[in-house]
């Protein structure tokens, strides 16, 4: 399950980035890996572009997993 925070939103339509997109972001990375905030952060490529995606792995009250996204953004 993911998540979206306003701010991802925002800047996910500022950018043309789908919730389609981001979540195949994440089940899918061609690399994930520790940022330096602590945050989780998943990457594909897409020719000369690559979509990133910065989450929070976080659990709800029944304990079961799910992805806050922070922001989605072509690097």
Sequence with gaps: MEVFSKHARERMRARSISEHQVILTLALPDRRFRGSRGNMIAENAFGSVTRR???????????????????????
């Design 53 to 75: 995606v910065v989450y929070e792995d976080r659990r709800n009250a029944s304990q079961r997993p799910y992805a806050f996204i922070i922001t989605a953004m072509w690097k």
